[in-house]
């Protein structure tokens, strides 16, 4: 029986667009995530954007730092949130309504006046077989019961189904709707490019260390291993090299160094001492 992190080197090799922590290695790229909202949402200016992580999982309870959750910020200030959604689509309602929550939360600092709140977009791709998701594009808004009028209360879902006619949408998005379906990708510039992206990582010794430390499956054999007495020298290693990687990634995203010592000694199970150490050599590395 392969052990858990042959397992994960395993599915790294595999790894697609598919993949939870491989979407978001290449969706948290700038120019790549603005192409994406540019070619569903047309009407707005993505020149200028800011990718940040969503920090939490409802499902676990290590940080999701694998970009699972990319939050994509333009210039004015509205709120995007993208996520590859593969499986439990009959709760996408409820999950919709939870994920704004979420960013309407983040939005706004204690006692900020509520008038200061963005528009938030939670923003589905996957594929469906729902008779509702029938069109590429699936633009939701909270309507009145009587008559077509919209609320306006700034909150747009929109899911994006792979599994429809493509001919309401242009070559960008058709691009990643091949890779959503494990197909070539040969229409447009995003598509074949974000694949190429991917090929490029999985041949980098770098790329499959980022993956690992980018994977909370990982991180959980990693403290349970740090619980026991005599850890093995190889799982050692593996931290001394990973545990770098992740302080990275999470300063990256805005965590402080307090924050980021918190998080290394309460998810990981190290002593204050180690995460202080691990902290330094990060820093010195970077």
Same mark, same amino acid.
């Given at each position: 029986m392969l052990s858990k992190e042959k397992r994960i080197r395993q599915k790294f090799l595999q790894a697609d667009f598919t993949d939870d922590v491989m979407? /978001?290695?290449a969706m948290s790229k700038a120019k790549f995530c603005k192409r994406l909202l540019q070619s569903v949402l !047309?009407?707005?200016? &993505? %020149? %200028? +954007?800011?990718?940040?992580?969503?920090k939490q999982s !409802?499902?676990?309870? =290590?940080? %999701?730092? /694998? @970009? +699972?959750? $990319? $939050? @994509?910020i333009p210039k004015i200030g509205d709120r &995007?949130?993208?996520k590859l959604q593969l499986v439990a689509e009959r709760n996408l309602a409820l999950r919709s309504r939870y994920y704004h929550a979420m960013m309407v939360e983040e939005m706004l600092a204690t006692d900020e006046d509520y008038r200061n709140l963005r528009d938030t977009y939670v923003i589905f791709l996957g594929a469906f077989d729902a008779i509702d998701w029938s069109h590429a594009i699936n633009h939701y808004q909270m309507m009145s019961d009587y008559g077509d009028d919209i609320l306006e209360d700034g909150t747009h879902t929109i899911i994006l189904n792979a599994k429809s006619n493509w001919d309401e949408v242009d070559a960008e998005l058709r691009g990643i709707f091949q890779l959503i379906l494990k197909q070539e990708a040969t229409y447009g510039y995003l598509g074949p490019k974000v694949a190429n992206d991917i090929a490029r990582v999985k041949q980098s010794r770098l790329g499959g260390k980022k993956y690992m430390a980018l994977t909370s499956e990982?991180? %959980?054999d990693i403290r349970d291993e740090g619980r026991q007495e005599g850890r093995q020298e190889g799982k050692a290693e593996e931290r001394r090299e990973l545990v770098p =990687? =992740?302080?990275?990634? $999470?300063?990256d995203n805005g965590k402080q160094p307090a924050e980021i010592m918190a998080y290394l000694e309460a998810k990981l199970g190290l002593s204050v001492q180690e995460a202080e150490e691990y902290y330094q050599l990060a820093i010195t590395e970077a």
């Open positions: 979407f /978001g290695m !047309p009407e707005f200016d &993505f %020149q %200028q +954007i800011k990718v940040v992580v969503q !409802p499902s676990s309870d =290590l940080t %999701q730092v /694998g @970009c +699972i959750d $990319l $939050l @994509c &995007f949130n993208v990982f991180w %959980q =990687l =992740l302080v990275k990634t $999470l300063a």
